[in-house]
C-alpha cells in the first residue's frame, strides 16, 4: 500500500505545477473580466 501512495504523491507533485497554472489562469481570466464588467 505505501508504494502505491508514494507512486500516487510522485504523480500528484507532477500535477501540481499543472494545477496552480490551471488556478492562475483561471484568477487572472475572472480578475480581467471583472475589470471589463464594472
Do not use: C, Q
Not at 3 to 32: C, K, S, T
Request: glycine share 2%; charged share 35%.
Amino acid at each position: 500500500m505505501r508504494r502505491v501512495r508514494w507512486e500516487i504523491d510522485a504523480e500528484d507533485l507532477l500535477l501540481i505545477p499543472n494545477l496552480m497554472e490551471a488556478v492562475v489562469g483561471r484568477l487572472v481570466v475572472f480578475d480581467i473580466s471583472r475589470r471589463l464588467f464594472r
